[in-house]
């Protein structure tokens, strides 16, 4: 009885020794990993420019826009065309050596130009006068006056900034759609309908960029993007012909402008939501955003050029009322 009874001590301490092992080697694996890892140097991200230049990140990844890159708690955005690929490292201690590549600090875009008139031109031809504009890679931001606006890259052919010459006010602005045929029309049917042709060309851009295919999801089609009804009150019948459209379009600017006592506001604001919608708001332009932003881009442009037109026809005036003295 007594032997088995040591028998039992002698085993069950072999087995707390086994244990006290056991977990002793399982803390000094855990102690080795942690140290690698601390020790273990983590993967550097740079930037390789097409310049020959590096530029150190914190990480980048690239999207249809372009590659974004971080540092510290910033993100930026730059264009593909810059970069040339994305490196990924592993960190080693820095070494004097002359083959170090040189490393630039994130920098803003060149924007000597930006600031100078332009006309961007448009895939299919139209162009679009703008006091200044500044490419990105998701598109161009342009402006008017007080207004910025923005046209998606898809749209853009390429942009031709004015010298200082033109800037300064040498060189008379127009405007054209890029083709000469649909200019024509533009003029004989303002001319014809009593309607600014600049008014047409302006609703015309908004419309439909002038696309003679265009269909609205409500139905609207061709470059004035007349509705059905409007096109069968005007005798349109094929909304897509490009001389029927614009004729049909000019008409309907010429009855708005009668009714509306030649209140652009009040046209652009019918044209937009229908002239049923600016009678039941008491002839005010109705709070819808879309017809407000609508109306002030509009607006806005087309006030801009006539103010530029006062003062040579006030001169004209002048010389003429001089020289009948």
Known sequence: MRQNLNCHRILLAGIVLSLCSTILMAQSAKSGQEKNTETEPQPQVRLKLKDGTYLNVDDAWETPQGIWYKQGSLSYLTSKDRVKSIDRVSATPAENSDDTPTMMQP?????????KPAWIYLKGGAKVEADSASESPSGVWYKRGPLSLFIERDRVDHIERETAAVASGTKERGWSTGSQSLDRLIKQNGGRYGVDPYLVFLVMEQESHFNTRAVSPKGARGLMQLMPGTSARFGVRRPHDAAQNVSGGTRYLRELLNRFNNRVDLVLASYNAGEGAVIKFGHKVPPYRETRNYVKKISFRYNRAKEKTKPANQAT?????????
């Open 107 to 115: 920098v803003a875009a060149a924007v000597d130009d930006s600031e």
């Open 317 to 325: 005036s002048k010389n003429n009322s001089t020289g009948e003295q």
